[in-house]
């Protein structure tokens, strides 16, 4: 019974077996397709080879629409609009600039780039554009397209701040003996999310002479001093001393969720998001002035924990 | 033969396949368990003595950090309360907490009793006892 089944199983399928009409895409001569009916022989010519984009260009899928700059409370997200269609141009990459960052191609592109609020560029991507010629691709424009955030930043307080009040020392000396900055924890303060200080050096300072020509007595300065943090917690640094009069935040890795100046007493509001890379901590730099007139850099070494679970 | 076999196999697939689910089902459990100590463990360090920042600098978990472990354990032990044999509160309050100073960590450690129905039908073995330890620190 099984032998003749399989015998018929065999000759079924030879029967119906035909020759498969296959197309090798891989094939390295192409088809053509031959001309129809209607199209004279002499009038038919070949659609041309494919021509294979050199190593870097690719084909643009998502076409530039605009930029885009969308305010979400504190954040300001600079993003490109794009949308998704195949003109048959193409593209490659120029160059990744970072916020602040300049680049050669820097007013090259057609819409230009953005800057922060605070003066300094957006980061993003130079693209260069092309089109497929009978010559070969041929670079018809550049475009930014630029992807950066920002925390609102109220450049008013940035200046130096104003000469603190007379009463204020004596109240803080008494409070807190310490010449040092002290931490306080910040669930009874409300501060505004106002500002965010780059790590980098401003221009300002940078400008500036020298700024403790003669260093204040041993006894009045305060000390560069190291802390541990919990990444993303919100802490106050307060700065006190009898002879402190004003601060100013100068550079941060973290995120100042408070002014970044202000006078002996008040707190210098931050969190901070990342963690330093291992054996390193980030170094926070500070300008305080003091009441004999002279002014001193301040460091606070910031070493960032994030907790996990551990063996 | 054939039912026969059907018939004396029987009590040994019943036996299997009961204990099967049972283990499949303590498993489920305690990963939960496993899973609401780690929590416990990382929320109870994720805050900072205010006091020892102030003063030195450094990250010392808080002084309440303790209770903040029995508690969060116990709250993510409510959702599987049916399938304990005692409840979250009780679990949580007899569970090992310690808290290093540095680095800062958290440990704990508990043995969870947990129904198993069947092994009591089985094995008259109705109630096992899962032991979790859970390690949280600030690196």
Redesign the interface.
């Known amino acids: 019974m099984k032998f003749p089944a399989i015998l018929m199983a065999l000759a079924i399928v030879a029967l119906t077996a035909r020759p498969a009409s296959a197309w090798d895409i891989d094939r390295d001569d192409p088809i053509f397709d031959p001309p129809s009916a209607g199209v004279p022989q002499a009038d038919w010519t070949p659609e041309p080879t494919p021509v294979a984009p050199p190593e870097g260009i690719y084909l643009v899928t998502d076409v530039y629409a605009g930029d885009s700059v969308v305010q979400s409370g504190p954040v300001t997200t600079y993003t490109t609009d794009t949308v998704h269609e195949v003109t048959g141009s193409y593209a490659r990459v120029l160059e990744s600039v970072g916020t602040g960052d300049s680049s050669t191609f820097d007013g090259a592109s057609f819409n230009g780039r953005a800057s922060l609020t605070d003066g300094r560029p957006v980061a993003g991507t130079y693209y260069e554009n092309f089109a497929l010629t009978d010559s070969g691709f041929v670079p018809v424009s550049v475009v930014f397209f630029q992807d950066d955030s920002e925390l609102a930043r109220t450049s008013a307080l940035l200046p130096a701040a104003p000469p603190a009040p007379s009463t204020t020392q004596p109240s803080l000396a008494a409070r807190v003996p310490s010449a040092a900055p ?4 910040t669930e009874g303060i409300n501060a505004p999310v106002v500002g965010y200080v780059s790590p980098v050096i401003d221009v300002e300072d940078r400008a500036t002479p020298p700024l403790a020509p003669a260093a204040p007595p041993a006894a009045t300065a305060l000390p560069d ?6 990444r993303g ?1 919100r ?1 106050s640094i307060l700065f006190t001393g009898a002879d402190l009069r004003t601060w100013r935040a100068l550079a941060t890795e973290g995120i100042a969720l408070g002014p970044l100046s202000g006078a002996a007493g008040e707190p210098f509001v931050i969190r901070w998001d990342r963690l330093a890379p291992p054996n390193t901590s980030w170094v926070s730099r500070f300008v305080l002035d003091y009441a004999d007139g002279t002014t001193r850099e301040l460091l606070v070494h910031v ?1 960032v ?7 | 033969m054939t039912a026969v076999t059907t018939i004396a196999m029987l009590p040994v697939l019943t036996v299997v396949l009961t204990t099967t689910l049972q283990l499949g089902s303590l498993r489920v459990v305690a990963a939960r368990i496993s899973s609401a100590a ?1 929590l416990a ?2 929320v109870a ?4 003595d ?1 006091g020892e ?2 003063r030195s ?3 010392v978990p808080a002084a309440d950090a303790v209770d903040v472990a029995r508690s969060v354990f116990a709250q993510n032990l409510e959702p599987i309360a049916e399938l304990l044999a005692a409840t979250p509160d009780e679990i949580a309050s007899t569970a090992s907490v310690r808290v290093d100073v540095t680095p ?2 958290v440990h704990i450690t508990a043995v969870v009793p947990v129904r198993t129905p069947l092994f009591g039908a089985l094995f008259f073995h109705p109630i096992s006892e899962i032991a979790v330890v ?6």
């Open positions: 002290v931490e306080h924890p001093r190291s802390i541990e943090v919990l917690r802490i070493t924990r994030a907790p996990g679970l551990v063996q | 780690d463990a990382l360090v994720n805050d900072q205010d920042l102030a600098g450094r990250l800062a960590t859970a390690n949280g620190g600030a690196r």
